[in-house]
Structures are given as structure tokens and as C-alpha cells.
């Protein structure tokens, strides 16, 4: 079973633009992470959030954190054409070594 | 590139074949990992190892047979597929320092099964 679902699904956006896209997940957390996947390729991580941060920021990427919400949101800005990947969010699955991932949301970036 | 190394990076096998996908790291990450991820899908997690010793087995069909010779190698071994075990084999490690520490990806292997 998915710990995390994404939204949206997919997002198509001119370069420039800024993306947004969310997670939502079950249980209760440590972390929750971001990676991107080109397209055949393995994951890259991006990004980690700990339980008790709000918000981090890595060079063009701001991600935050609400866990009253069980929710967390990943920002790319000023979007370039090479950003076009999915990206998904992954989080504890029961037991708490296990890395599940979310559903991803397939980013097209157009130049 | 990777720091995670899987080879081959296509397989095309028969449901009759038996073959075998492997992973190095040189990270010295204590965990180890199988996912399978089918097109447009999140990966699926299939095992765990840490400190060489399956610890997660996600139910998966005895036709995948996973080995963990030593810490920097990771086998996945194959026998008698079916069509529907299509998919992208991803391999992953991790240091195993707290729960969902930061997984590093191998680019995986593309397995058809015919």
C-alpha cells in the first residue's frame, strides 16, 4: 500500500514558471523525502524534511512540511526545461526502514 | 552517474530461463535494497538487507530469489518469470542510520520477460 499520494498527477508549465506539487500521507513520520526520476533512470534524492522543520530550502527547491495536515508540498522555481522528471515524495512504511514512495507527479517543463 | 552500480542494464529472458541481476556499492551503506517499478508507477519495495541479513521481504514470489554476498553486493535471482514481472529492477543502499534514511538509486536494469 502507498504511504504517500501526490498531486497532481501530472503538470505541464513554461520554462520560468514556478511548480508546485503535494503529498499527503497516513501515519505519523520521522522524515519525508523528495526525489526526481528521469525518464529510465534511477532516483535522485533531493531533498529531506524532518519531523519537527517546517520548511528547507535547496538552491531552487522549497519544501514544506505541515504535520497537523499530514502533508508536505515541493516547490521548484524559476523552472528550466531540464527539470522535466517525476518527482515523488517517499516516507516511513510500517516498521520504519522500509522507504515508500508516492504515486509522483510527472512534471513537463516546455521550453 | 551513480554511485550504485547494477548490471545489465536490459535483460530479455524467457519464462524458462534462469538469470540474475546484480548491484555494487562502494559507499559502505549498510542496506541494501530491491524495488520494482512498472511504467508511470511509483517503485514497489521488494527486500531488505542490513548488515547482510534479509530483514524486509515484502511478500514477493518465490521466483525472485534475493542474495546478499557481502556488504558492497546485492544479487537478484530469477527463475521461471512471467510476463507481468516486466519491469524496471532498481537497486538501492542506504546508511541504515535512522528510519528512512536517504536511499541511493542504481539506474536499474530493464527486464523483459518473453
Known amino acids: 500500500s502507498q504511504q504517500g499520494e501526490e498531486d497532481p498527477q501530472a503538470l505541464s508549465i513554461q520554462e520560468g514558471e514556478n511548480a508546485t506539487m503535494n503529498c499527503s500521507y497516513k501515519?505519523?513520520?520521522?522524515?519525508l523525502q523528495w526525489y526526481r526520476q528521469n525518464s529510465g533512470r534511477g532516483l535522485v534524492h533531493l531533498i529531506l524534511?524532518?519531523?519537527?522543520?517546517r520548511e528547507k530550502h535547496s538552491g531552487r527547491l522549497r519544501v514544506t512540511l505541515d504535520t497537523s495536515k499530514k502533508s508536505s508540498s515541493l516547490l521548484i522555481t524559476a523552472s528550466r526545461a531540464a527539470d522535466t522528471a517525476s518527482y515523488f515524495c517517499?516516507?516511513?512504511?510500517?516498521?520504519?526502514?522500509?522507504?515508500?514512495f508516492g504515486a509522483g507527479t510527472r512534471l513537463f517543463v516546455k521550453a | 552517474d551513480t554511485e550504485v552500480t547494477q548490471t545489465p542494464k536490459h535483460l530479455v529472458m524467457g519464462m524458462t530461463n534462469k538469470k540474475s541481476l546484480k548491484c555494487e556499492q562502494h559507499?559502505?551503506?549498510?542496506?541494501m535494497y530491491w524495488y520494482k517499478q512498472k511504467a508511470k508507477k511509483p517503485p514497489e519495495l521488494m527486500f531488505v538487507?542490513?548488515?547482510?541479513?534479509?530483514?524486509i521481504n515484502e511478500s514477493v514470489p518465490s521466483r525472485f530469489s534475493p542474495e546478499c554476498p557481502n556488504s558492497s553486493l546485492l544479487n537478484l535471482h530469477l527463475h521461471a518469470l512471467q510476463p507481468e514481472d516486466s519491469a524496471l529492477y532498481l537497486c538501492?543502499?542506504?546508511?541504515?542510520?535512522?528510519?528512512?534514511?536517504?536511499?541511493?538509486f542504481g539506474n536499474g536494469t530493464r527486464l523483459t520477460v518473453t
Open positions: 538501492a543502499s542506504s546508511p541504515w542510520t535512522e528510519p528512512n534514511s536517504p536511499l541511493h
Open positions: 538487507y542490513s548488515y547482510e541479513k534479509l530483514s
Open positions: 524534511i524532518r519531523s519537527n522543520e
Open positions: 517517499a516516507t516511513e512504511g510500517g516498521g520504519g526502514f522500509k522507504t515508500i
Open positions: 559507499m559502505g551503506h549498510r542496506a
Open positions: 501515519t505519523s513520520i520521522n522524515n
